[in-house]
């Protein structure tokens, strides 16, 4: 079954405009951990964010923001404002106690124009 | 620190033939991860390692994938022999525990076999 859910595909917005990335993720544990990574065209998995079951509280860190949601099983990650260089493939992701992995969601391929 | 260095980069092989990527993780990490991304089944997690030590293989394709980890700072991945299908991403991470405390991926091997 799958853990995390990612229902948008593609996104595209202009530059300036506010995006929001869908993560929905299932779990029976009640400690675990999420996680947001960017992959840029270039390639590599870049580390955003992680956040634990226990911090409800949502994150900024400037022009990304973070929306945990434990009552709907969510972590939606939005980016304020984008810039061509958040054209990338977002991933979310969890990794539950004793479960050593990292099951990552689908992703979501974003597409900022100038 | 450097981060989680992989390499090659890039490698283009024949069917049939050997392939070897390598891996260094970051200093003082403990767990060790070897993923294959491909546009089919997105990032899936081929082995794990703790300690050096192999904990699960379980999402190594076949007989013809194997990993070794003969000390803290390098692991290979090999693939004998090696199949079109083969061809995907294959990224390195490392982290410290398991998993809890976040992954750091290398940039990855982008592997063709024609």
């Known amino acids: 079954a799958q853990k995390v859910t990612q229902a948008q595909t593609e996104i595209s917005v202009v530059e300036k405009e506010d995006v929001t990335l869908d993560c929905v993720y299932e779990?029976?544990?009640?400690?675990?951990?999420l996680f947001w990574y960017k992959q840029p065209p270039s390639g590599e998995l870049v580390f955003l964010i992680r956040?634990?079951?226990?911090?409800?509280q949502n994150e900024i860190s400037g022009r990304y923001s973070w929306n945990f949601q434990k009552s709907t099983s969510s972590f939606n990650f939005t980016i304020t404002a984008s810039q061509v260089v958040d054209s990338a493939v977002y991933f979310c992701?969890?990794?539950?106690?004793?479960?050593?992995?990292?099951?990552f969601g689908a992703g979501t391929t974003v597409t900022v124009r100038a | 620190d450097a981060g989680v260095i992989q390499s090659p980069r890039h490698e283009v092989t024949e069917m049939g033939q050997e392939v070897t990527l390598r891996c260094k993780p970051i200093?003082?990490?403990?767990?060790l991860f070897w993923y294959r991304q491909t546009m089919m089944r997105g990032l899936e997690l081929l082995i794990y390692?703790?300690?050096?030590?192999?904990?699960?293989d379980s999402g190594m394709p076949e007989d013809r994938f194997s990993a070794k980890m003969p000390n803290a700072s390098f692991s290979t991945l090999k693939i004998q022999p090696s199949e079109p299908r083969d061809s995907a991403v294959y990224f390195c991470?490392?982290?410290?525990?398991?998993?809890?405390?976040?992954?750091?991926f290398g940039s990855g091997t982008r592997l063709t076999v024609v």
């Open positions: 991470a490392s982290s410290l525990g398991q998993g809890a405390q976040g992954y750091t």
């Open positions: 779990t029976r544990d009640t400690t675990y951990y």
């Open positions: 956040r634990n079951s226990f911090d409800e």
């Open positions: 992701a969890l990794s539950e106690p004793g479960d050593y992995k990292l099951s």
């Open positions: 200093s003082g990490h403990n767990s």
């Open positions: 390692f703790n300690n050096n030590v192999p904990i699960d």
